[in-house]
């Protein structure tokens, strides 16, 4: 196991990069835990009855992946050994690059959600640390880094730093750049406090909780709400290049069929207690 060295981004961020080889890292960034409202008011636009009831949910400290996933990051981690199922190692409709920026930098999907849960089981055996997918209040805790309104940067969204469906406008905001496919991890420089990346748009992400029409019966400890037995509906989050500003708020959720290939994800990793 590779020693992890804590580094600083401004607003004294810190993460570790996970080396993968060929060059390539990944990011995780620290994100300390606290309580948040999670959910959506009544009065918040865009809004759908299943980000009810807003309850206080608490998370504990733990990594998560500074951006979504990229297609070099995937590619690499492809060719490891499989454990469950084999991974395509270009599974992405977006093969081109993107002005000056090489392919490799956008985000993998088109990706199925067994095959991220394996893309995670093969990091954690290379490494000798445990990288899941994000339970749902994690993820959310996550892009708010709290905030509380509709959007990380504020009551709204626009195309100039968010990739989405530009025509579609959320409340006071403006019609924008419909770009109609994914751009580069990083691409509008708009991090968060928590130091991450595209929260909003560009592409769905797969998260590690069963799909609940409701928040009635959810934990509140930022723990996965699995349902007894076998699911194949989960949780995405964020919404993507081809959606609409509601898609994109901190509290959207989204169905998503287990063997339907069309999403992203990033990885987190809760830390032992002595780190």
């Not at 893309?119 to 954690?124: D, I, V």
């Not at 409340?171 to 991890?185: C, F, I």
């Not at 991450?196 to 592409?203: A, C, E, P, S």
Request: overall charge negative; charged content about 30%.
């Amino acid at each position: 196991m590779n020693q992890i060295i804590i580094r600083r981004q401004k607003k004294q961020a810190q993460y570790y990069t996970e080396e993968l080889g060929n060059g390539i890292g990944l990011d995780m960034m620290l994100i300390p835990g606290g309580t948040f409202l999670m959910g959506s008011p009544e009065s918040e636009q865009g809004r759908y009855d299943d980000e009810s009831p807003q309850h206080e949910v608490s998370v504990g400290k733990f990594y998560m992946g500074r951006y979504p996933i990229t297609q070099g990051q995937w590619r690499v981690v492809a060719e490891w050994e499989k454990i469950d199922i084999e991974l395509k190692a270009d599974p992405s409709r977006f093969e081109e690059d993107y002005e000056g920026r090489e392919r490799w930098t956008r985000p993998v999907e088109s990706v199925k959600w067994e095959e991220a849960k394996e893309f995670c089981k093969r990091l954690s055996r290379k490494t000798g640390r445990e990288y899941r997918l994000p339970t749902e209040a994690e993820w959310e805790y996550g892009c708010r880094a709290g905030t509380t309104t509709p959007f990380h940067f504020g009551e709204t969204i626009t195309a100039e730093i968010a990739n989405y469906n530009g025509e579609d406008v959320y409340g006071d905001g403006v019609k924008g750049e419909y770009r109609k496919q994914t751009t580069p991890v990083g691409y509008f420089q708009v991090a968060n406090n928590f130091g991450l990346y595209d929260m909003h748009g560009n592409v769905w992400e797969w998260c590690e909780d069963d799909w609940h029409d409701s928040y009635k019966g959810a934990p509140n400890d930022g723990s996965a709400w699995i349902a007894s037995g076998t699911s194949n509906i989960k949780v995405r989050r964020g919404g993507s290049w081809d959606h609409d500003t509601g898609s994109c708020r901190c509290a959207s959720r989204n169905i998503g069929f287990i063997d339907v290939n069309i999403d992203g994800f990033r990885v987190v990793r809760v830390p032992p207690r002595t780190e």
